[in-house]
């Protein structure tokens, strides 16, 4: 297990859930849902959330430079498993009934939820057997 990936993959995940915070109360809630509507705002958000999500596997990737494809899965299921502790927890934390949280993994209504968590855990793995940042090429 590389110990070194996950523990500055976790790093990076805290850095994506502040980034996250700001896509979600001041993009999607201050400026794309009044002048778009909620389901609209959700899209965007989502689909914003997802490249970003992409591009923080990237920077990890390159940063850390020394991984194997079973590594890369493993920190997509730390960030999937902390993202949904993260979510759930704190949804039920302040009192969010469940089938408020529930509306976003809809994606028959043109929900995105389900493919922002598919995200966090295939992105790394994307990104490291396509675009192999941080490994040396020998040509």
């Not at 927890?89 to 994606?107: A, C, D, F, K, T």
């Not at 994307?126 to 192999?132: E, M, T, W």
């Amino acid at each position: 297990m590389n110990t070194r990936l996950l523990s500055t993959a976790f790093r990076v995940w805290l850095m994506e859930t502040l980034v996250s915070g700001f896509n979600f109360f001041i993009l999607m809630n201050l400026i794309y849902e009044p002048a778009w509507g909620p389901l609209v705002a959700h899209q965007v958000g989502m689909t914003t959330r997802i490249v970003y999500i992409l591009v923080f596997a990237y920077l990890l990737l390159r940063y850390v430079k020394e991984y194997e494809t079973q590594d890369l899965v493993h920190v997509g299921l730390l960030w999937l498993g902390l993202e949904l502790l993260f979510e759930w927890g704190g949804s039920l934390l302040i009192g969010r009934p469940v089938e408020e949280i529930l509306i976003g993994w809809n994606i028959f209504a043109g929900y995105m939820w389900p493919y922002v968590l598919l995200a966090y855990f295939l992105s790394n793995l994307v990104v490291g057997l396509v675009l192999h940042p941080g490994k040396m090429r020998v040509d």
